[in-house]
């Protein structure tokens, strides 16, 4: 069934309904440069050009902005019936939690702006299974930071991303115009931090949600979306663009097949897409960028699109005096040294920072303890006589040995001598990095994160945790021709024992799972991008242990009283 043939000049309401649709779809302004709703009823020359994009999007010929039967059939299969555009294709739907749990790091109001424009897009790209959202959504996910940035180099300033370019792209004209790249080279050789901006806003550099690259591509996006993307290359980074343009790509590059046999982050379906995206090949074989990140957010955002979730009710903030022993109950709003040591406990279930104060990210972590290790049916938040019983044995089933995590040098007390503090590396920033302190003990909350991860990676499967590394002084450090810094009270290393008739080869899949498990369940990050968070190192690294660290923790939350020695200090309550 049809309306009649929308054409220009054409009258009425089914027109303004199509109109409305078009600006779901993002082909069509909302309103013109006056300020004037679009939607008038009348096709008029915007709104033929709007069909004419949509024509060209989806392959229906002749493209000549016409919407008869061919067209309007493919616009009621995307939401758009009987002069009432739908808000949203109900199978292409994907909840707010599942976009909440992808953008973690994008404003709410972006988060809250896709929720609601984007059913047109996510149709378009006809993601109409949870398979096919969540291999969209983690991909998307990892490629923008968790929507922190929509451009490639998005995570370092201007000046350092525009000598990036230069050093990749100077050779090539369709990513760097040749007016423009004289420019960057003024800019760099005078560290312009603003000018290097500006230059990049010329430049066609990676951009969008799944990074649109080359003149060329933009180009393509212009009838598409309907948007002048060579003019202005940074609308590409407006989440709402970088979206419809990641849903175009995915389209195009028929990424759907794929994901469709994507049951799990393990599968080929799932390595396939990722190889997709990230190499530009659908290959079940090789491990693309990021590898780890991408499937801890598949884990992360699968379940969410596949059953409806709920987020446990709020726990009544009732206020702890600072100094209140840990036997007391604890609810968000209390302050004071037993919240410090509870969110070091619980460093490796979700984690937050150790500053004292209960807040939403402790709760989290509480939460996440109760669910996940008491079985507690609907966990309340709070922690109770049961809760710091349940803490109590988890470290009696977990313990950490100490004599493994001792420095081998033979010459220092077993934690190093205390020596060089305040002193750095020479000719290097000072940084965590190239401190070059022997700290008194290991970090509470990576013996905490340690056990945590001890505990996951047993529940899924992985076998028996072990110590790899622990404390290396200085002197060990000059035995072994090393310079790393890590190692002195910052880090441990983990392994799993080997079962009969494996190999290197499994255990470096099984150290990739666990180092996905622990982005997932211990907020850990790979690498040491983000400041104040638990690090690991990626697998180009350690390949087959697991090296976990806090090394991009400000000094405040590296202070002497969070180093211990023995099992005493650590499980002191």
Known sequence: MTTGTIR??????NVESFQRFLITQGLLAATDAGGRPTATGVADAPTIDAIRAFQLRYGIAPAQGVAGPATQTKARSLG???????????????????????????PAADVDTIARDGSAWFAAADLSNPERQACFLANVCVESGEGAYFREAGYVPPLAALRYFVQTYAAKPSIIPPDVLPRARAVLAAADQAGAQAVIDRCYVGRAALQVTHRANYETLVPVLGQDFV??????????????????????????????????ADGPGFR????????????ATGRPNGWTERQAAFRRIYPLLRTPTEMPAPVHARAVPAGSPASSVLERGATG??????????????GTLWDGE??????????????????????????DAATVEALRRFAAEYPVDFTALRCPCGRCSGFGLGRFTGEYQAGMPRTEAYHRREYPGIHRAILHAMRAAAFHASRAGHGRAVVNSGYRCWFDNLAHGRTSTNHMGKAIDIDFDLAPGEDKRADRDRCDKVRGLLVETGNFQVGWSGANRKALEPSEIAPTWVHMDVRAYAPRYLEDRFFVRSADELDAI
Request: with cysteine.
């Open 231 to 264: 003019a202005e290359p940074r609308l590409l980074e407006q989440p709402r663009w970088a979206i419809a343009a990641g849903a175009v790509w995915w389209r195009d590059n028929g990424a759907n097949v794929h994901a469709d046999q994507a049951t799990s």
């Open 358 to 383: 209960y807040g939403p990210g402790t709760e989290l972590q509480v939460v996440t303890f109760q669910r996940d290790y008491m079985r507690v049916a609907t966990p309340s938040g709070a922690v």
């Open 80 to 106: 758009w019936a009987d002069g009432t555009p739908a808000e949203a294709a109900v199978s292409s739907a994907i909840s707010l939690d599942a976009l909440r749990a992808a953008f973690r790091k994008m």
């Open 337 to 350: 040294p037993a919240v410090e040591a509870l969110q070091l406990r619980l460093a490796g279930f979700r």
């Open 8 to 13: 220009r000049g054409a009258r009425g309401t």
């Open 272 to 283: 396939k897409v990722c190889n997709l995206v990230n190499r530009g090949r659908a290959t």
